[in-house]
């Protein structure tokens, strides 16, 4: 079956814009959870979702949201862009909360100037 | 490929050879722990996961070591092949469902 698909894969957005990455879970998945990847913090959890409800949330500013929708697909928003939050965004999918083995996509690249 | 790791640690060694990747974690209350592989332009990939009740767990090619004393794991692969050559991330459970990921050792496997 295909895997977790995230859109764009690589952006490019200017300091104060705003950018809203898609994520694609495996069919099934119910669980969604959204990593931030800089090469000076390594990867951080920003929030996971289940059942279009937020469960846990890593500490970042409210400048960083998400949502899901009713077939698991998942959205993550972030506002006011600053120039450390040039990352490799990853979404990682999994049956249900609580379920460790976790399915991530490719990532996609975003670039602040 | 994508770069994911611009100062992470290396570990370079002979096609053939072991290779034994270290993680050091923080909380001494975790008690689940897996490492992920992550190649370049990919997202990481679950390799094989141990709970605290353990102190060996092995799968194919690869073992995981746990020592709750030092809060120390560590990833043995054998005979390590070109394919094995990523960077390589621990991550211990620190909630319900929110991990914590080590900084990663990058693995250079040498032909």
């Known amino acids: 079956k295909a895997g977790v698909t995230q859109t764009p894969r690589y952006l490019i957005k200017t300091r104060g814009q705003q950018v809203t990455l898609s994520c694609s879970p495996i069919?099934?998945?119910?669980?969604v959870s959204w990593y931030q990847q800089t090469p000076g913090q390594g990867l951080q959890f920003l929030f996971e979702?289940?059942?279009?409800?937020?469960?846990n949330k890593g500490n970042f500013p409210g400048r960083f949201s998400g949502r899901q929708f009713s077939n698991s697909r998942s959205e993550m928003n972030v506002s006011t862009l600053e120039l450390g939050d040039s990352a490799l965004y990853l979404c990682?999918?999994?049956?249900?909360?609580?379920?460790?083995?976790?399915?991530f996509g490719p990532g996609t690249r975003l670039t602040v100037t | 490929g994508e770069s994911v790791g611009l100062h992470l640690p290396t570990l370079s060694v002979q096609e053939g050879d072991n290779s034994i990747i270290n993680c050091a974690y923080s909380?001494?209350?975790?008690?689940?722990f897996i490492w992920y592989k992550q190649e370049s332009g990919k997202g990481p990939q679950f390799i094989i996961d141990?709970?605290?009740?353990?102190d060996k767990r092995q799968g194919q090619r690869v073992t995981v070591l746990l020592n709750k004393t030092v809060k120390h794991l560590s990833l043995q692969i054998a005979a390590t092949q070109p394919g094995d050559s990523a960077v390589y991330f621990c991550?211990?459970?620190?909630?319900?469902?929110?991990?914590?990921f080590g900084s990663g050792t990058k693995l250079n496997v040498k032909p």
């Open positions: 990682a999918s999994s049956f249900r909360t609580g379920d460790h083995e976790q399915y």
């Open positions: 069919s099934g998945h119910r669980s």
């Open positions: 979702y289940f059942s279009e409800t937020q469960r």
């Open positions: 909380n001494s209350a975790s008690d689940y």
């Open positions: 141990i709970r605290s009740n353990m």
């Open positions: 991550a211990e459970l620190e909630d319900f469902n929110k991990f914590y």
